[in-house]
């Protein structure tokens, strides 16, 4: 049986690999807030901020891509915080357009009403917004929203650092697996490289466990109390993406099988004795290898049918090009995981395994070179979405990153042609007059049968030294006897911890196993980084999506670029009548489409506040046919009037009109054009 090494050594350096991965999961979690939805509001009937002269029947919403709705997912808020709507929700969709609508109640009054709505993108992202839209005039209203986007909060940052620990426990579990069968059988009987597939699975294991128990609140309520809600899990287990998690964990069942197999069966067979066991042993690696395969393309088809590869263009061809992307990862980083800790915790590896490693990597780069470019183009869509979204942006991160990985890898592939060159020093330590060094079971063995044999000797010195004295009853002998067995555990256990500080001399000797540390080392240090940006950026909204739907909402921003900042204009106006000449100042904040304050000064001749008896303000946006928006402002000192919650429907050119008013009979409407954005 091989040596292995001892049961203490390998568990810091696995959780730390483990530990490290979380934290920075989590840093990624929070610097990256909210998970950007992957579908989007394109349009709606009517729009934001939108006026219209008498009450619609219905309010309509268009999406980018197909979404999941509730049966309270659009609700239409009056200004009183009433529902003005129907509670049925219509499916409008009709041949490419995603369009939902609910009726509202006949014979609205006038005033600006909230439509608030909520959705799970066709790629298990919560997605949720409001707007507002005004009959006859704006008014002011008191209708309450979630402040908070769906997705977010406490319970968003727990989903998304479980999805993130879920992508760890997978390249693990995989990568650790196929490094054993692919480049190092001899390495299933190693415990460190045991403990770091079994902790794959754990993890993922768990980590599946969470995101069923998180889905409904995360997609929901938003309430981290509502995770044991069990009418919310029965309703999760009916969506595309609870069936995934399901099927992940029935996967993960016979994952544990293939591990148990692993590391049980096979690592008996590790040396056959004759050719019937060589032939087993080739059998069984066969179907451990196409077994493995099978159940690691399933886990991994559960990401691509509930995330990116189910939705958008070309889905039959991406979600198998997902599964090959994600086997790639896992094979690569979770092999150079498992390649570390054998450098570091194994008694001993041979070259010929980091050569394997190296030849299946490159492959796997190749691969993963090959789909990515597909997915790429495929999320992205043109240049300027590469360079101008969120998603674009992260791409590139990871790009670099890969581009970093495979730099390190060239250096790594050199120390691994260095592996196993001994040294003078560790020759002539590990020698003892051989003139080459015992490494492995050797170096212990022969360790272990020095220690016996001093065990033995100095047994045999004190039961003659009991016989010179004369103390020969049978009570001494039996104490004797017994001392002697406790002080020979004692002698054995210090030899075989002195033969493991030796190997690890020996091991450490390497000039080659050293350099090959290092590198992987960097190596690991880069993936756990990469990992975390690819989680990242499978929570952003794809670059083409992203460009859809600022098409759909910035066309109209084109032909009239926004204000720098905020309005303040000066009018002169003159009604005729007696102290009927000054000036009028209006300011507007924040000066573009949306809700503004609005203050308005008059002022006499002399500049002194001028108080006169009314004042008035109406915006027209001719080019869209709105307006005129009537605003009425409140009195506030003398000369000066102020009005909240201006409406502004959309940017453009707006022509404003004032309208002063300084005695029963005299008053005078100036007007200015501005450009609102």
């Not at 091989?2 to 390998?10: D, E, H, L, V």
């Not at 998304?160 to 995989?174: E, H, N």
């Not at 995981?337 to 194994?346: C, D, G, I």
């Not at 330590?429 to 170096?443: I, L, Q, S």
Request: net charge negative; hydrophobic share 45%.
């Amino acid at each position: 049986m091989t040596a292995t090494a001892p049961r203490f050594g390998s568990a810091p350096l696995v959780r730390l690999l483990l530990v490290a991965t979380v934290l920075l999961g989590t840093v990624f979690t929070v610097l990256s807030g909210t998970a950007s939805a992957h579908a989007a509001l394109t349009g709606s009937t009517p729009e934001d901020g939108a006026v219209v002269a008498t009450a619609p029947k219905d309010i309509s919403l268009t999406f980018s891509e197909q979404v999941a709705l509730g049966d309270d997912s659009i609700r239409v808020l009056d200004p009183d915080n009433k529902r003005a709507d129907s509670g049925k929700i219509r499916d409008l969709s009709s041949g490419g357009t995603v369009a939902y609508g609910i009726d509202l109640h006949a014979g609205l009054p006038d005033g600006t009403y909230t439509v608030a709505w909520q959705a799970v993108s066709a790629d298990s992202h919560p997605i949720s917004g409001a707007f507002t839209f005004s009959i006859g005039a704006p008014s002011k209203t008191t209708a309450a929203v979630p402040g908070e986007e769906a997705g977010g909060g406490l319970v968003g940052a727990l989903y998304d650092i479980a999805r993130y620990i879920s992508y760890a426990g997978f390249i693990l579990l995989v990568g650790g697996a196929a490094f054993v069968l692919g480049c190092w059988p001899r390495g299933a009987s190693v415990r460190p490289l045991q403990r770091l597939v079994v902790q794959g699975w754990l993890t993922l294991t768990a980590a599946t466990l969470v995101l069923l128990l998180l889905r409904s609140p995360y997609t929901g309520s938003g309430k981290l109390g509502d995770a044991f809600d069990l009418g919310g899990l029965q309703d999760v287990l009916a969506t595309k993406t609870g069936a995934a998690l399901v099927s992940r964990l029935l996967l993960l069942g016979a994952a544990a099988l293939f591990v148990a197999v692993l590391f049980g069966a096979y690592a008996k067979r590790e040396t056959p004795r004759d050719e019937q066991e060589s032939k087993e042993r080739k059998d069984l690696t066969f179907g451990l290898a196409v077994g493995g395969a099978v159940v690691a393309a399933g886990i991994a088809g559960t990401w691509a049918l509930a995330e990116h590869a189910s939705t958008g263009i070309q889905t039959g061809l991406a979600m198998p090009v997902d599964v090959l992307h994600l086997l790639a990862v896992a094979t690569w980083l979770g092999g150079l995981t498992a390649l570390l800790v054998a450098l570091y915790r194994a008694p001993s590896i041979e070259n010929a395994a980091a050569r394997r490693f190296s030849r299946i990597a490159f492959v796997s780069v190749v691969v993963l070179a090959a789909t990515g470019l597909y997915q790429s183009w495929r999320q992205v869509g043109s240049w300027s979405a590469l360079w101008g979204t969120s998603y674009g942006q992260l791409l590139l991160v990871k790009v670099g990153l890969v581009a970093v990985l495979v730099g390190i890898a060239w250096f790594s592939r050199r120390w691994t042609g260095r592996l196993g060159q001994p040294t003078e020093a560790g020759t002539t330590e590990a020698g003892t007059g051989k003139g080459e060094a015992r490494t492995g079971k050797e170096a212990g063995a022969g360790i272990e049968a020095e220690a016996e044999n001093e065990v033995e000797a100095e047994a045999e010195a004190e039961a003659a030294t009991g016989s010179e004295t004369g103390s020969g009853t049978e009570t001494a002998a039996a104490t004797t006897v017994v001392g002697d067995s406790e002080r020979a555990t004692q002698l054995a256990r210090q030899k075989a911890a002195l033969a493991t500080a030796r190997q690890k001399r020996i091991r450490d000797a390497d000039p080659g196993r050293i350099g090959l540390r290092r590198s992987v080392l960097a190596e690991a240090g880069v993936a756990v980084v990469l990992l975390a940006v690819t989680t990242v950026l499978t929570s952003t909204e794809p670059g083409r999506t992203a460009e859809q739907e600022a098409g759909a909402t910035g066309g109209t921003a084109a032909t009239a670029p926004a204000s720098a900042g905020p309005i303040d204009l000066t009018l002169p106006f003159d009604t005729g009548g007696e102290n009927g000449k000054g000036t009028v100042r209006l300011t507007l904040d924040p000066g573009r489409s949306g809700a503004n304050v609005m203050h308005i000064y008059v002022e006499g001749p002399d500049g002194q506040p001028l108080d006169v008896p009314e004042v008035k303000a109406a915006f027209t946006l001719t080019a869209q046919r709105i307006g005129p928006l009537p605003i009425v402002p409140e009195r506030f000192a003398p000369g000066h009037w102020s009005a909240d919650a201006v409406q502004i429907p959309m940017p453009g050119e707006w022509q404003l009109q004032l309208t002063i008013r300084t005695s029963d009979i005299d008053q005078t409407t100036v007007d200015k054009n501005v450009k609102i954005g």
